[in-house]
T-cell receptor, first 110, second 111 residues
Framework: SQQGEEDPQALSIQEGENATMNCSYK?????LQWYRQNSGRGLVHLIL?????REKHSGRLRVTLDTSKKSSSLLITASRAADTASYFC??????????FGQGTRLTINP | NAGVTQTPKFQVLKTGQSMTLQCAQD?????MSWYRQDPGMGLRLIHY???????DQGEVPNGYNVSRSTTEDFPLRLLSAAPSQTSVYFC??????????FGPGTRLTVT
């Protein structure tokens, strides 16, 4: 069963706008990770946030984690056409056993 | 560094055939994992290993075997292929508690 549920399933925005994706999970975690997957390719790690952290930044990416609500969000600012991809959250409950959500398909329109 | 490599990239099998998907990493990571991704879905964990000689089952292990004789290699064996195993298979490696590095995937079709 999938631990993470992502919302929305698909998101289409104009280039330059911000994109926000949400992830909810069910059990306690060690950390939560966000990955990007371009069509037909492998996954690329974006950000890892540990259970004792509330916010992390990396370039145009901002991730928040609310362990009381068992939820996380990924914000991409000033989107670009190259950001078009599927984005997945994955929870690590230990021993590197990642449980993935079904992903958000993001389309950036020029 | 080559990172995580997988072979083959594509494979077509007939029902009942067996085969091995190869995975290797050159980053000296102790953790390695196999996932499958079905259309429109996230990844699901098949088997994982926390070090040479140690393997364990993930969420969907039935029909698959693994072994870990070296730190570098983590092959996945399909014992008797079934159409339900048609999927894209990803191998990943990592250090404990850190992000995983994924291979490019093997696209498997079972007819």
């Amino acid at each position: 069963s999938q631990q993470g549920e992502e919302d929305p399933q698909a998101l289409s925005i104009q280039e330059g706008e911000n994109a926000t994706m949400n992830c909810s999970y069910k059990t306690s975690i060690n950390n939560l990770q966000w990955y990007r997957q371009n069509s037909g390719r492998g996954l690329v790690h974006l950000i890892l946030i540990r259970s004792n952290e509330r916010e992390k930044h990396s370039g145009r990416l901002r991730v928040t984690l609310d362990t009381s609500k068992k939820s996380s969000s990924l914000l991409i600012t000033a989107s670009r056409a190259a950001d078009t991809a599927s984005y997945f959250c994955a929870t690590d409950r230990g021993a590197q056993k990642l449980v993935f959500g079904q992903g958000t398909r993001l389309t950036i329109n020029p | 560094n080559a990172g995580v490599t997988q072979t083959p990239k594509f494979q077509v099998l007939k029902t009942g055939q067996s085969m091995t998907l190869q995975c290797a990493q050159d980053m000296n990571h102790e953790y390695m994992s196999w996932y499958r991704q079905d259309p429109g879905m996230g990844l699901r964990l098949i088997h994982y290993s926390v070090g040479a000689g140690i393997t364990d089952q993930g969420e969907v292990p039935n029909g698959y075997n693994v072994s870990r004789s070296t730190t570098e290699d983590f092959p996945l064996r399909l014992l008797s292929a079934a159409p339900s195993q048609t999927s894209v298979y990803f191998c990943a490696s990592s250090y404990a508690g850190n992000e995983q590095y994924f291979g490019p995937g093997t696209r498997l079709t079972v007819t």
